[in-house]
Structure formats: structure tokens, C-alpha cells
């Protein structure tokens, strides 16, 4: 069980993470938080939290799998104004959080642009931001972040026993879920007014720069070296020597 009030009492924010609501069990939080949006019922920097996700979202349709009562399955409402260009950034910001959370708690991580977290070249967490747009602005976003927290090997299915591992994994020891949220909405928010700056610091932990990478564009597989992440946080990869600029692909 998660219980919100270790969630408050650790939290350093203004506004996030202010109203909490909690589940035992639910599909997606992302998928509830835009429940509650459609319904009124959300406020800006509600934090959508459960100890059990059954169907986690991630990107281009895929799950994300959750240990009941060990990972960390949450979502973030951002009601407010961005513009695109910010908005593409905000992924970028919360990958950046994740990662110092994950080094708060003792253990290095790289990011694996888009979303993904990494620990010692296995999946640790991913990131799925969803938005809604109107005359080219985003007033409503929605952070969904899973991270593997307490889960042991056994936990994982056999299809990811071997690229998976988790903060207990690695670290040796459990963790307290309910910290590992306060402190990443912490460093989220304090980045959220910034923007800009996290590309840098996105960079100083990205898996792959200057590495070689592979993904599908348009249906066909394309390999390069992944050179940077450009002001709107696309990615910039070298393909036979010839410089292109992707806003939206998932590494292979």
C-alpha cells in the first residue's frame, strides 16, 4: 500500500504534488488522470498514484509491466499553458528528474532517448507524456512515470527478466516508494520553469551519444550515430554521413 501522506511530508514543491489521489489498483494512471480531467475533477499538479497497474501505457501502444505493491506507477496533470516548443521539452524534464532521483537514492542511470531509464544498459522506468492540443497551444498534459523500484528478479515475467532490473536490484536494498515520488516531483517542478536548461543535463546522462543507434522511420529500419537533441529536444542522428533531425522515434 501506498499511503499519501509519506508522499506530502517528503515533498519540497509549491504546487505539485499538493492533492494526491490514490488507487489500489487501477489500468492505466494515466488513463484515469484523463478521466478525472474530463470530469473536473482534477487541478493542476495532481498526482495520480496506485500500488497495482494493470495495463501501464507507453508508447506506440506497448505496456508497461508493474510488480503489484513494488514499482512506482504515477502520473503528474499539468493544467496550464505551454507552448509547443515547451511542451516538447517537458519530456525532457522529467527524464532529467527521474534520473536524479535515481541518483538521490544511490544509483546511476542513463536516459535512452525518448523515454526510457536505464541502469547498466537494462530498462529500469519509462515516460509517456500525453497532451492536448488548441491553436497551437498545449493547456493540458498528462506525465505518466513507471519505475521499477522493489521488484526482485523473479518478479519480472521471462520476456524481461533479462533486460529489466530495478533501484533494489541494483542498489541491494528496498526503497521507500512513497520518497522516490516526492523527491522526483521535487526536482520535476523545479525544472519546469526552465525548460532549457535540461537539454544539457539531458545529455550528460543519455545512453547512446555519439553511439551508434537503430530505429524504424516511415516502416523502414535505419541505423546512424546519435549525435544530440536539438533546442526542441528532437533527436539528431548522422545516417550515411548526412545530418537528420527526428521529433518523434523509439530506439531500438
Known amino acids: 500500500m501506498i499511503f499519501t501522506n509519506l508522499i506530502h511530508t517528503n515533498l519540497r514543491t509549491n504546487i505539485l504534488g499538493k492533492n494526491v489521489e ?7 494512471t494515466n488513463a484515469e488522470a484523463w478521466e478525472l480531467l474530463e470530469e473536473e475533477q482534477a487541478e493542476h499538479g495532481m498526482i495520480v498514484i496506485t500500488d497495482n497497474q494493470l495495463k501501464g501505457k507507453g508508447r506506440n501502444g506497448n505496456t508497461w509491466f508493474m510488480s503489484p505493491s513494488k514499482g512506482l506507477a504515477m502520473s503528474l496533470v499539468l493544467i496550464r499553458d505551454f507552448s509547443i516548443e515547451e ?5 525532457i524534464a522529467v527524464g532529467v528528474a527521474a534520473a536524479r ?10 536516459l535512452k ?12 522506468g519509462g515516460i509517456l507524456c500525453e497532451s492536448k492540443i488548441s491553436d497551437q497551444r498545449v493547456y493540458q498534459m498528462v506525465i505518466g512515470l513507471g519505475i521499477n523500484i522493489n521488484e526482485t528478479k523473479d518478479d519480472f515475467p521471462n520476456d524481461l527478466s533479462d533486460t529489466s532490473t530495478s533501484l533494489f536490484l541494483e542498489s541491494g536494498h528496498t526503497h521507500q516508494r ?19 536548461s535540461t537539454i544539457d543535463d539531458w545529455k550528460k546522462y543519455c545512453a ?8 524504424y522511420h516511415n516502416g523502414v529500419k535505419h541505423q546512424g550515430i546519435f549525435k544530440d537533441i536539438n533546442g526542441r529536444g528532437h ?15 523509439t530506439l531500438d
Open 22 to 28: 490514490y488507487y489500489q489498483r487501477l489500468e492505466s
Open 87 to 91: 511542451a516538447e521539452l517537458i519530456p
Open 101 to 110: 532521483m535515481l541518483k538521490n537514492r544511490g544509483v546511476d542511470s542513463q
Open 113 to 124: 532517448w525518448p523515454n526510457d531509464l536505464m541502469i547498466n544498459d537494462k530498462k529500469c
Open 178 to 196: 512513497e520518497l522516490t515520488c516526492a523527491i522526483f516531483t521535487t526536482f520535476f517542478e523545479k525544472m519546469l520553469d526552465d525548460l532549457e
Open 208 to 215: 547512446h551519444l555519439n553511439k551508434k543507434v537503430s530505429f
Open 235 to 249: 533527436a539528431i542522428i548522422e545516417i550515411n554521413n548526412n545530418i537528420k533531425t527526428f521529433p518523434s522515434i
